[in-house]
C-alpha cells in the first residue's frame, strides 16, 4: 500500500496537468470538453476511489500470491518477456472483468461510476468505483498462474496497465491510423463511452482492441452517429457516493417489491436492465430510448456555488495528497479517520453542487468531526509540523464551509433545478 500511495503521488499531479492541457487544448480548437460541475464530479469520484484504496477497502476471495503458488505449471524468472506476458494476460483479465460489469445487473453497480459522466474528457476517466470492494474474477487469472508468471510481476505491471487507460478519454483526438488496429483509441473509447443502441457495450477492452475483434464485441466510431455519452438511465447529481450505490438501490427496490420469489434471487444475476414483469409495469423508469434525446443533467449552479465548488474541491485534494505523500508517517486508525472525515466531505459539498438540502447536516457532521480531529491529534494530522498553524486554518475553512452552505442553500432553493422534461424520457427497461 506504500507503493500505491507513492506512485499515486507521482501520477495523480502528472493527470491534472494533463487535464489543464487539454482544457487549453480544446479552448484553442474551439470545443468545449468540460463543463466545471461535472469535471469537479469527476475529480471528487477519483478522490473516493483513492481514499477506498488506502483504507485498504478490498477484499480479495483468492489471492494472485495464493494462487500462483498452489498451480502454477512452471517456474519463470522475472525477465522482459514476462513482464509482457503478465501485460497481456492483465489485459485479457481486464477485458473479461469489464465485460462481467457491463453484462450482469449486479456487477454493473460496480462500474456505473465511471459511465455517468455525461461529458467525455481525460477527468471523467477518473470517475472509479468505490462499490468494487470484493474481487470477483479471480478465476480468471487461472491462466497467468498455470504459466507461472510471479505475483510480485504482476503487482508492478497491474497499476501500469491501469494508469495506461487514462489517455484515451479525450474528444480532442481523431483515429490514429494502423493503431487502430492494434490498440484502445480515444475513438474506440468515444464509442464505449456512449449511450447510443449501436454503441452500447462495445470496445471493452482496455489497452489493446484485438480481444473485442476476437470475441465479437467492436464497434467502429461512426460519422454519421457521433457519440452520445452517460448512462442510459441517468444518475441525475454530481455526488459520487451516491452514484457509486444508485444502482444497487435501484435493484434492492425491484428485489423488494416484486411478488416472485424467483424474480428476487435472480434480478442479481440477470443481464444489466433485467426487471420483474410486474415491477417494470407499475414502477417504470425513465431512461433515454432514443440517445440524441438525451438533456444533461444540469444543477443550474450560480456564479457563487461554481466558484465556492471548485474552492472546495481544491482543498479536499490538498489534503487527500496530503494523505498520501504522508502515508508511511501514519497509524492505520489515522489513515482511516482521515479517510472517512474526507469521504464526508466530498459528499457534504457534492451535495451542495446538487442544492440538496442535505449537504447542511453532511455539513455540520464534517464540522464535528473536524472539532474531534483537531483534538484527537494536537493539530491536523501532522501537517502543522509542514504549514505552522495548519490545524487552526483548517478548523477556519470549516467553519466557513458551513456558514457558505447554509447561505448557498437558502439563496440557491430559490432558483429551480432543471428537471430533464418527462417527454422525453421513454419508460421501461
Same mark, same amino acid.
Given at each position: 500500500m506504500e507503493l500505491y500511495a507513492k506512485a499515486l503521488s507521482?501520477?495523480?499531479?502528472?493527470?491534472?496537468?494533463?487535464? #489543464? #492541457? $487539454?482544457?487549453?487544448?480544446? /479552448?484553442?480548437?474551439?470545443?468545449?470538453? +468540460? /463543463?466545471?460541475?461535472?469535471? @469537479?464530479?469527476? &475529480?471528487?469520484?477519483g478522490m473516493t476511489n483513492t481514499l477506498k484504496n488506502l483504507m485498504g477497502l478490498s477484499?480479495?476471495?483468492?489471492?494472485? =500470491?495464493?494462487?500462483?503458488?498452489?498451480? =502454477?505449471?512452471?517456474?519463470?524468472?522475472?525477465?522482459?518477456?514476462v513482464y509482457v506476458l503478465a501485460f497481456i494476460g492483465i489485459d485479457f483479465v481486464g477485458y473479461w472483468s469489464h465485460r462481467f460489469d457491463h453484462k450482469v445487473n449486479a456487477f454493473w453497480n460496480r462500474h456505473i461510476v465511471h459511465h455517468s459522466s455525461e461529458e467525455f474528457n481525460l477527468s471523467c476517466a477518473l470517475r472509479q468505483s468505490i462499490s468494487a470492494i470484493i474481487g @470477483?474474477?479471480?478465476?480468471?487469472? @487461472?491462466p497467468m498462474a498455470f504459466l507461472g508468471i510471479p505475483a510480485e510481476v504482476v503487482?508492478?505491471?497491474?497499476?501500469? %496497465? &491501469?494508469?495506461?487507460?487514462?489517455?484515451?478519454?479525450? /474528444?480532442?483526438?481523431?483515429?490514429?491510423?494502423? &493503431? $487502430?488496429?492494434? #490498440?484502445?483509441?480515444?475513438? %474506440?473509447? /468515444?464509442?464505449? %463511452?456512449?449511450? +447510443?443502441?449501436?454503441?452500447?457495450?462495445? +470496445?471493452?477492452?482496455? @489497452?489493446?482492441?484485438?480481444?473485442?475483434?476476437?470475441?465479437?464485441?467492436?464497434?467502429? $466510431? &461512426? $460519422?454519421?452517429?457521433?457519440?452520445?455519452?452517460?448512462v442510459k438511465k441517468p444518475v441525475n447529481t454530481w455526488n459520487p457516493l451516491i452514484i457509486n450505490y444508485v444502482h444497487f438501490w435501484a435493484l434492492i427496490q425491484d428485489a423488494w417489491r416484486t411478488k416472485s420469489w424467483w424474480d428476487k434471487l435472480r434480478i442479481w444475476f440477470m443481464p444489466t436492465g433485467w426487471r420483474p414483469s410486474d415491477v417494470a409495469e407499475r414502477y417504470p423508469w425513465a431512461y433515454w430510448k432514443n440517445a440524441f434525446d438525451q438533456v444533461k443533467y444540469d444543477s443550474k449552479p450560480s456564479r457563487q456555488l461554481l466558484v465556492w465548488s471548485w474552492v472546495q474541491m481544491i482543498v479536499a485534494f490538498g489534503m487527500v495528497f496530503h494523505v498520501l505523500i504522508s502515508f508511511v508517517n501514519f497509524q492505520y486508525l489515522e489513515v482511516m479517520l482521515y479517510a472517512v472525515f474526507m469521504m464526508v466531505s466530498i459528499f457534504a459539498y457534492t451535495s451542495l453542487m446538487d442544492k440538496s438540502k442535505i449537504a447542511i447536516p453532511a455539513e455540520a457532521l464534517r464540522l464535528t468531526m473536524g472539532f474531534g480531529l483537531f483534538y484527537w491529534t494536537g493539530g491536523w494530522f501532522g501537517l502543522d509540523v509542514l504549514v505552522p498553524g495548519a490545524g487552526y486554518a483548517v478548523l477556519a475553512f470549516l467553519l466557513l464551509s458551513s456558514l457558505m452552505t447554509f447561505w448557498l442553500i437558502q439563496k440557491e432553493s430559490r432558483q429551480s433545478v432543471k428537471e430533464v422534461p418527462a417527454q422525453s424520457f421513454a419508460a421501461g427497461t
Open positions: 507521482f501520477a495523480i499531479p502528472f493527470f491534472l496537468l494533463l487535464i #489543464i #492541457i $487539454e482544457e487549453f487544448a480544446a /479552448r484553442k480548437m474551439k470545443k468545449q470538453v +468540460n /463543463r466545471g460541475m461535472d469535471t @469537479i464530479s469527476s &475529480l471528487s469520484s477484499i480479495a476471495i483468492v489471492s494472485y =500470491a495464493w494462487l500462483v503458488d498452489k498451480v =502454477a505449471l512452471f517456474d519463470i524468472k522475472s525477465t522482459f518477456l @470477483i474474477y479471480f478465476f480468471l487469472y @487461472i503487482a508492478i505491471i497491474a497499476p501500469i %496497465h &491501469l494508469f495506461a487507460q487514462f489517455w484515451y478519454h479525450t /474528444r480532442l483526438i481523431d483515429k490514429m491510423g494502423f &493503431l $487502430e488496429h492494434i #490498440i484502445v483509441t480515444p475513438s %474506440h473509447h /468515444r464509442v464505449h %463511452h456512449a449511450i +447510443n443502441d449501436i454503441y452500447l457495450d462495445k +470496445n471493452l477492452g482496455q @489497452i489493446f482492441i484485438f480481444w473485442d475483434k476476437i470475441f465479437g464485441t467492436f464497434q467502429e $466510431e &461512426l $460519422e454519421e452517429e457521433p457519440p452520445v455519452y452517460g
